[in-house]
């Protein structure tokens, strides 16, 4: 809704753009619209100073696994909140396809995390197919290389 409220946009809920990982629509100042993704990391990027890109789901019982939503991402731009020393609450924003880039040629140097055994315990209490999500880890210095910042607006910081 932040994004959306900011940047002049429209909060697309239907199904088919869900799968796609995609949150809202956005006109630019130009009036191009663009498609986006919005990824909320404020507290995790203040306290690890890194963002997790989630590439697969995982269900534990059975082994089976699917495409995680960045490989899914069907997006032109990645609204991450994240927290930068710059400006506090801040919108980070890169176009899909050069995160996408920036993680084929960084993959083997990357660290990697998945789900906790708590987070996929109660995943499994909810019944969901898939209880663990695995991806990389991008530490916020270099996110910071291929993202526009632009502080958050319409919050209390």
């Known amino acids: 809704q932040l994004c959306v409220m900011q940047f002049n946009g429209e909060l697309l809920q239907q199904k088919a753009y869900q799968y796609k990982d995609i949150d809202a629509r956005i006109t630019s100042k130009q009036g191009s619209k663009h498609l986006v993704s919005v990824k909320d990391q404020l507290w995790s990027s203040e306290k690890y100073g890194a963002i997790q890109i989630e590439m697969e789901l995982i269900n534990t019982v059975t082994g089976a696994s699917i495409d ?34 920036y993680i084929k040629d960084n993959a083997a140097n990357l660290k ?31 996110l910071k290389k291929i993202a526009q910042l632009k502080p958050v607006e319409g919050t209390k910081q």
């Open 68 to 101: 995680g939503c960045f490989k899914k991402c069907e997006a032109d731009y990645y609204f991450w909140r994240v927290w930068t020393e710059e400006y506090g609450d801040t919108w980070a924003i890169v176009k899909v396809s050069a995160m996408k880039q």
């Open 112 to 142: 990697k995390w998945q789900t906790q055994e708590k987070t996929e315990a109660k995943n499994r209490s909810y019944n969901r197919k898939y209880d663990r999500a695995t991806g990389y880890v991008v530490p916020m210095e270099e």
